[in-house]
């Protein structure tokens, strides 16, 4: 996947693919607007075999299991703090992927936006708490 694919899921929905969000260890994420809404979602998805040197085949495997332990982890049940998928689906090359919602606003978008420091203060205590309410329900 690249920014301006056009990915579907087993339902029908299309998602048109927008920027690179971020690359972690075993994926990346992309912002996403689904077709015919202004819903912002990310598509996250795990790294493939062209993104690691030839003949790394275990790697590419253990980037999928960690995506199919996520997925699993994030379906079991709702937990405070945690996105919850929307759907997800696999490509026809095999590529798994999950749509998750995009959250209105984050750290880094409050910080370039100029933000007070009492919003500021306002957002660190919330993922503070939220971070609290996560380690309690695991």
Known sequence: IKTGDTVRDGRGRVFQVGQLLGRG?????????????????????PYGAEDHAEGEVSLTQACREIFDEQLRILQSAPCPGLVEVETHFVLEDGTPVMVMPRLPSSLERRLNSGCSLEELHRTVLDIGLRLQALAEYL
């Not at 260890?25 to 998805?45: C, F, I, M, P, Q």
């Open 25 to 45: 260890l075993w994926g990346r994420t992309y912002a996403a607007r689904e077709d015919g809404s202004d819903s912002e979602w990310v598509v996250k998805l």
